[in-house]
């Protein structure tokens, strides 16, 4: 069994740290907003950062797919979203960087409502090889 | 007789070699700028189309944009959206598959240039020096001709379908769409300066000026995106049934 490294993770700041970083996010933001935006299913103002188990890396439109298992199972018990291919491809992204039984650290803004899926912000393989979504 | 066939056969036959021999006109040589290559958005706060309080909508288009439920932006509604290109994957339409963050191509010929987009391997032609059609099909990228005024590639496109969006914020228009464009290198970027009319949805005519810079890695990502996707999309990540079969 394993636990997640850190817990749900909120971030506060004063009016004008979060405006400069509110900005940041929609110029830095835009390609994973390319056929939705996020807000409207995931809580953007919370970053959750785990350590699991891959157990699928879908390759696919309109988003690459990562399910994890935070327990090191075999099953997904967390679905969590990418930009499109060809945004992530842009950042060193590949179809074949992780794999099913992978552990990883990745970082995700959580679903609403305790939905068990999330938004990628980053990963770091199990080499230490860190990317952004 | 015979004396004199040989004697105008003989005499057709230097004619033709002197025209031969005479130097021919050297073709012109082209002297519009190279707008080939791959560009990718240069993004900005807000997306890339002008802020709607500058857009002079008509009450009918005021009133269908608010009707409308985008996937995107401040009202959005993901689960429930109107966007055509979401709701039934239709292609994105023009010019709205421009403002993807994704590259497209541009490749100039003597006759046309073809704009090839990444996202989903959609594209369209731009005929050079021929008249616009007066009464074009309606189809998802319009009709498209060119001419170069100077450094500028002028566009005028006509025969837009118009269930499409503009934009991701479901900006309308009517299919008496049309819309001028000047394309034209800045530097190493290249500029669509677009002017949109269309009495329908505007009360007068808007122009917004997009910004691409060359792609280094101009390779194309296939980015194909079918209705099976979105739904099995919805249906993993948001719980949607979904009434027709699909590849999961």
């Given at each position: 069994?394993?636990?997640?490294?850190?817990?749900?993770?909120?971030?506060?700041?004063?009016?004008?740290?979060?405006?400069?970083?509110?900005?940041?996010?929609?110029?830095?933001?835009?390609?994973?907003?390319?056929h939705h935006?996020?807000?409207s299913i995931?809580?953007?103002?919370?970053?959750?950062?785990?350590?699991?188990?891959?157990?699928?890396?879908?390759?696919?439109?309109p988003h690459?797919?990562?399910?994890?298992?935070?327990?090191?199972?075999?099953?997904?018990?967390?679905l969590?979203e990418?930009?499109?291919?060809?945004?992530?491809?842009?950042?060193?992204?590949?179809?074949?960087?992780?794999?099913?039984?992978?552990?990883?650290?990745?970082?995700?803004?959580?679903g609403l409502h305790?939905a068990k899926i999330?938004?990628?912000?980053?990963?770091?393989?199990?080499?230490?090889?860190?990317?952004?979504? | 007789?015979?004396?004199?066939?040989?004697?105008?056969?003989?005499?057709?036959?230097?004619?033709?070699?002197?025209?031969?021999?005479?130097?021919?006109?050297?073709?012109?040589?082209?002297?519009?700028?190279?707008?080939?290559?791959?560009?990718?958005?240069?993004?900005?706060?807000?997306?890339?189309?002008?802020?709607?309080?500058?857009?002079?909508?008509?009450?009918?288009?005021?009133?269908?944009?608010?009707?409308?439920r985008?996937a995107?932006?401040?009202?959005?509604d993901f689960a429930n959206t109107t966007d055509?290109?979401l709701k039934y994957a239709?292609?994105?339409?023009?010019?709205?598959?421009?403002?993807?963050?994704?590259?497209?191509?541009?490749?100039?010929?003597?006759?046309?240039?073809?704009?090839?987009?990444?996202?989903?391997?959609?594209?369209?032609?731009?005929?050079?020096?021929?008249?616009?059609?007066?009464?074009?099909?309606?189809?998802?990228?319009?009709?498209?001709?060119?001419?170069?005024?100077?450094?500028?590639?002028?566009?005028?496109?006509?025969?837009?379908?118009?269930?499409?969006?503009?934009?991701?914020?479901?900006?309308?228009?009517?299919?008496?769409?049309?819309?001028?464009?000047?394309?034209?290198?800045?530097?190493?970027?290249?500029?669509?300066?677009?002017?949109?009319?269309?009495?329908?949805?505007?009360?007068?005519?808007?122009?917004?000026?997009?910004?691409?810079?060359?792609?280094?890695?101009?390779?194309?990502?296939?980015?194909?995106?079918?209705i099976s996707d979105e739904l099995r999309f919805r249906e993993r990540f948001l719980n949607q049934k979904v009434n027709i079969p699909i590849?999961r």
């Amino acid at each position: 069994m394993r636990s997640p490294i850190s817990r749900t993770f909120v971030i506060s700041w004063d009016l004008g740290f979060g405006i400069w970083v509110l900005g940041f996010a929609l110029l830095t933001s835009t390609p994973a907003l390319a056929h939705h935006g996020a807000a409207s299913i995931y809580d953007m103002s919370k970053e959750t950062t785990i350590k699991a188990t891959v157990t699928e890396f879908v390759w696919t439109n309109p988003h690459v797919e990562l399910g994890i298992s935070p327990s090191g199972g075999a099953t997904t018990e967390l679905l969590l979203e990418l930009g499109s291919p060809p945004n992530i491809r842009n950042r060193g992204w590949t179809s074949r960087v992780v794999k099913a039984g992978d552990v990883v650290t990745v970082t995700f803004h959580p679903g609403l409502h305790g939905a068990k899926i999330g938004i990628v912000v980053k990963m770091i393989t199990a080499d230490g090889k860190e990317l952004h979504a | 007789m015979i004396r004199y066939a040989l004697a105008v056969s003989t005499a057709v036959a230097l004619l033709a070699t002197a025209a031969c021999s005479k130097p021919a006109a050297a073709p012109a040589t082209p002297t519009h700028p190279n707008l080939s290559g791959s560009w990718l958005p240069i993004a900005r706060a807000g997306g890339l189309m002008p802020p709607l309080n500058e857009i002079p909508l008509t009450p009918w288009a005021a009133a269908k944009f608010k009707a409308e439920r985008p996937a995107q932006g401040e009202n959005q509604d993901f689960a429930n959206t109107t966007d055509p290109s979401l709701k039934y994957a239709d292609p994105n339409g023009y010019p709205r598959i421009s403002l993807h963050p994704m590259r497209f191509k541009l490749i100039q010929t003597d006759d046309y240039v073809y704009q090839l987009w990444e996202y989903n391997q959609n594209w369209r032609q731009i005929a050079l020096n021929v008249p616009q059609d007066p009464d074009p099909a309606l189809t998802w990228y319009g009709n498209a001709v060119g001419k170069w005024e100077g450094d500028t590639l002028v566009v005028d496109s006509v025969g837009y379908k118009d269930s499409t969006w503009l934009d991701a914020r479901g900006l309308p228009h009517t299919q008496d769409l049309h819309l001028v464009e000047r394309i034209h290198r800045m530097g190493a970027n290249l500029a669509f300066d677009i002017t949109f009319e269309d009495p329908g949805a505007f009360t007068k005519p808007w122009t917004a000026h997009l910004m691409y810079k060359p792609s280094e890695d101009g390779s194309m990502t296939e980015n194909i995106y079918t209705i099976s996707d979105e739904l099995r999309f919805r249906e993993r990540f948001l719980n949607q049934k979904v009434n027709i079969p699909i590849r999961r």
